[in-house]
């Protein structure tokens, strides 16, 4: 199974601060890695996909990078609504496998 | 507008079974793969089962493969999650959530989860 690791595994910021998460993966996986938002008690959503392609809807303030192993998300003005956990996940082969998660918390 | 349903979660002791269904809308279910995903309390999530647009391809994580059977029905919208032999680390919430890509592949690369259900949670427990 290809292992999908994220650091950190929470952070604390500020509203405005640009944070960074870096998702690694166990070995190549092309550009087949998706983001997801989870809020406590919801169900994940669908931020980002195929590396940097935004969903729709989803603000222009997440924006993602990488390929092959290394990605990150990026957000470039941290809103309060995006205090959350965090979730990659590859779909270059089965199992599909996601990161363990990054916490975003308020400082 | 899409919307997946799920419901069937609930407490069971070791060893018993559950079904758990999704009830999809707002697009052509037989269209699309559905997965179901899962979350222990506390901790992060975990693709369990898939299947194809049509019914007869499935994929399922090692952890569940033999005691849990995902199947569809799509003249009446719905996936199914059959587990048998229930383990304490069955529990949890479980998520159906729709593929991306259309087709008759459980699983295809590139394959994203755009749209999810509220989730069921599923307890097991002596």
């Known amino acids: 199974d290809i292992q999908m690791t994220q650091s950190p595994s929470s952070l604390s910021a500020s509203v405005g601060d640009r944070v960074t998460i870096t998702c690694r993966a166990s070995?190549?996986?092309?550009?087949?890695l998706s983001w997801y938002q989870q809020k406590p008690g919801k169900a994940p959503k669908l931020l980002i996909h195929?590396?940097?392609s935004l969903q729709s809807g989803a603000p222009a303030r997440f924006s993602g990078s990488g390929s092959g192993t290394d990605f990150t998300l990026t957000i470039s003005s941290l809103q309060p609504e995006d205090f959350a956990t965090y979730y990659c996940?590859?779909?270059?082969?089965?199992?599909?496998?996601f990161g363990q998660g990054t916490k975003v918390e308020i400082k | 507008e899409v919307q997946l349903v799920e419901s069937g979660g609930g407490l069971v002791q070791p060893g018993e079974s559950l079904r758990l269904s999704c009830v999809a809308s707002?697009?052509?279910?037989?269209?699309?793969?559905l997965s179901w995903v899962r979350q222990a309390p506390g901790m992060g999530l975990e693709w369990v089962s898939a299947?194809?647009?049509?019914?007869?391809?499935?994929s399922n994580a090692d952890s569940v493969r033999g005691r849990f059977i995902i199947s569809r029905d799509n003249s009446k919208n719905t996936v199914y999650l059959q587990m048998n032999s229930l383990r304490a680390e069955d529990t949890a919430v479980y998520y159906c959530?729709?593929?991306?890509?259309?087709?008759?592949?459980?699983?295809?690369?590139?394959?994203?989860?755009?749209?999810w259900g509220q989730g069921t949670p599923v307890t097991v427990s002596s």
């Open positions: 959530a729709k593929a991306s890509q259309g087709g008759t592949y459980a699983a295809t690369r590139g394959d994203y989860f755009d749209y």
């Open positions: 707002g697009f052509t279910l037989s269209n699309y793969a």
């Open positions: 299947i194809g647009g049509s019914g007869d391809r499935t």
């Open positions: 070995r190549t996986i092309s550009t087949y």
């Open positions: 195929s590396v940097s």
């Open positions: 996940q590859q779909s270059y082969t089965l199992p599909w496998t």
